[in-house]
């Protein structure tokens, strides 16, 4: 299985992600992730990236794609993967379609969460992450048992550093200009699925679940 969440900023392509990648047993990539740990770790892509990031503006092309290719070509890929954040732009969707087509190969299923901006702006403001498992939280919605602990690993909860609103106004942007024909290229190869991502994380999951069977 193949899958590709395309998604506004927070429209919960990390949240739903994680979840059917446990449920397939197959790996979750996040180049959001991928870039995250390359900045605290202070690799020079990392220091590259972070300025980047925190404008909410995209990494280039080259760079994300050679990411992939390296994440991609790791064992764990073979039987499949689900990627949150990639493709991002026409280049990257071009070139993942070179990079995993072939005789007898799983077709990429790609699925479009549809949030509407407005819900965007308050699930970012109050979004938590673990600063050390990566799991994701919701004041409101997704609250951990304890104020600012992770359930999990007992990690820090931070806010990330592009979480602040001009930023998520630039990702929103970059979004719609960059991403947006990203779907129409995968609508015209009838690759794509459209779910609507309000509602509660489980009732999404199960939109989500159905549409893949
Ligand atoms: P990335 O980390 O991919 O960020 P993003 O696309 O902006 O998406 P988010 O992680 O903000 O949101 P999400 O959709 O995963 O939502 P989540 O599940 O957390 O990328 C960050 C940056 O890295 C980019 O801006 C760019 O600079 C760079 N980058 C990454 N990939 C790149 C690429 N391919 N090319 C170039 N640059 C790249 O949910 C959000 C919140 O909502 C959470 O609090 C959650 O608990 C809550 N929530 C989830 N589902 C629901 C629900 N159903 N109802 C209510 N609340 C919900």
Same mark, same amino acid.
């Given at each position: 299985m193949k899958?590709?969440?395309i998604?506004? &900023?927070g429209s919960g392509k990390g949240t739903q992600a994680k979840r059917l990648a446990s449920r397939?047993?197959?790996p979750h990539v996040s180049t959001g992730d991928m870039l995250r740990e390359a900045v605290a770790e202070g690799t &020079?892509?990392?220091l590259k990236a972070d300025a980047i990031m925190k404008s909410g503006a995209l990494v280039p092309d080259d760079v994300m794609i050679g990411m992939i290719r390296e994440r991609l070509a790791k064992p764990d890929a073979k039987k499949g993967f689900i990627l949150d954040g990639f493709p991002r732009t026409l280049v990257q969707a071009e070139k993942l379609d070179a990079l995993v087509s072939g005789n007898g190969s799983d077709p990429l299923r790609v699925l479009r969460l549809l949030v509407p901006d407005e819900s965007i702006v308050k699930r970012i403001a109050l979004r938590r992450t673990c600063a050390q498992c990566g799991a994701i939280y919701h004041l409101e919605n997704q609250p951990p048992a304890v104020?600012?602990?992770c359930d999990r690993c007992g990690g820090k909860l931070i806010a990330r550093t592009d979480d602040t609103e001009g930023a998520v106004r630039k990702r929103l942007?970059?979004?719609?200009?960059?991403t947006t024909p990203v779907a129409d290229y995968y609508k015209s190869k009838k690759w794509l699925k459209e779910i609507d991502g309000i509602g509660p994380v489980d009732q999404v999951f199960e939109r989500i679940a159905k549409s893949l069977s």
């Open positions: 899958v590709i969440f998604g506004p &900023p397939f047993g197959i &020079p892509l990392g104020d600012g602990v942007e970059a979004f719609h200009r960059q």
